[in-house]
Nanobody, 124 residues
Framework: QVQLMESGGGSVQTGGSLRLSCTASGNTNSRNCMGWFRQAPGKEREGVAGSYASGIGPYYADSVKGRFTISRDSTKNTVYLQMNSLKPEDTAMYYC?????????????????WGQGTQVTVSS
């Protein structure tokens, strides 16, 4: 089992920034992928950004490219999501995930471990 603990959500105005953090504990594996999904009310859960331990370049959803940056500290089993130039449409519950390769962030997988989520609210 892997436990994921997110932090860093909150409320900001349009154009603001937030930094999410997610630390994995338990039966962690440095080869696991880690990333972020989000879900807004009435919408499907969507992949936002993902980090592949294999060295493959990170994944970003088209809607966040150029604004969000994912980074990872393997020594701390922690993944970060720096979110800049936030928009109201970024408002959602953000979930950290960890999974064994091969990974995809195009859609959620039942096999992933999921954090409990952290709320991000962007007001106009």
């Amino acid at each position: 089992q892997v436990q994921l603990m997110e932090s860093g959500g909150g409320s900001v105005q349009t154009g603001g920034s937030l930094r999410l953090s997610c630390t994995a504990s338990g039966n962690t594996n440095s080869r696991n992928c880690m990333g972020w999904f989000r879900q807004a009310p009435g919408k499907e859960r969507e992949g936002v950004a993902g980090s592949y331990a294999s060295g493959i370049g990170p994944y970003y959803a088209d809607s966040v490219k150029g604004r969000f940056t994912i980074s990872r500290d393997s020594t701390k089993n922690t993944v970060y999501l720096q979110m800049n130039s936030l928009k109201p449409e970024d408002t959602a519950m953000y979930y950290c995930v960890s999974g064994t390769p091969p990974c995809t962030f195009h859609k959620p997988r039942e096999s992933y471990y999921w954090g409990q989520g952290t709320q991000v609210t962007v007001s106009s």
